[in-house]
């Protein structure tokens, strides 16, 4: 099983700063996924990247999928109190047609 | 469609008794996945159906654990001889096959703690 680390594990900011948190591994993907869960709630899908280098942007969020797809990124830019949450990559096709996940990073917005 | 709904959202249990969820798909979705998921943790992958046949299970399914999709629509999970170590969240997913990898649509999870 190919393994995603993502950091930080936790992250605490005020309200209006930016912040990048990353998805990595040594083993290369077809695709990656991002989800974001709130507590209590299941994972919800934020965006799937697939071409080496391809950056989509979801509003103040940005996700970057590394160009030897390997790695990703997202940057929250003007972060607000709405964004707290667990952020989750995963990838599909990990030998069990489900998806695998990281541990996620808890991110935390601070008024 | 009000997307996956699973019941209970909570439950709690003595330990080795039996507990049962259950998982309602979109209904347009043909593949129903189940995960684990522990404090800390992202969701573990259990095990996985299309349509009514269980396609792949995880070595995390022990033989007390047990999931049925009779006819291809909804599903229960069911755990035998509960064990402290068995609370967490237990989520269920759904997709469309012809989605590809893509599609993944969760269900609020079902919370059970075993005491």
Redesign the interface.
């Known amino acids: 099983t190919q393994l995603l680390e993502q950091s930080p594990q936790f992250l605490s900011i005020q309200e209006g700063e930016n912040l990048t948190v990353y998805c990595n591994s040594s083993s290369v993907f ?2 990656l ?1 991002w989800y974001r869960q709130e507590p ?6 934020l965006v ?1 990247v697939v071409t080496g280098g391809e950056v989509k942007k979801l509003k103040r969020l940005t996700f970057q999928f590394g160009d030897a797809r390997k790695d990703s990124s997202l940057h929250i830019t003007a972060a607000q109190p709405g964004d707290t949450g667990l952020y ?1 990559c ?1 990838y ?3 030998g ?9 990073t808890h991110l935390i917005i601070q008024p | 469609d009000t997307g996956v709904s699973q019941d209970p959202r909570h439950k709690i249990t003595k330990r080795g008794q039996n507990v049962t969820f259950r998982c309602d798909p979109i209904s347009e979705h043909n593949r129903l996945y189940w995960y684990r998921q522990t404090l800390g943790q992202g969701p573990e992958f259990l095990t996985y159906f299309q349509n009514e046949a269980q396609l792949e299970k995880s070595r995390l399914l022990s033989d007390r654990f047990s999931a049925e999709r009779p006819k291809g629509s909804f599903s229960t999970l069911e755990i035998q001889r509960t064990e402290q170590g068995d609370s967490a969240m237990y989520l269920c997913a759904s997709s469309f096959s012809l989605s590809g990898n893509y599609g993944y649509t969760f269900g609020s999870g079902t919370r059970l703690t075993v005491v």
Do not use: H, W
Request: proline share 4%; hydrophobic share 35%.
């Open positions: 077809s695709s996924q209590g709630e299941g994972p919800v899908l799937t989750l995963a599909a096709g990990g069990a047609d489900g998806l695998t996940f990281g541990k996620g």
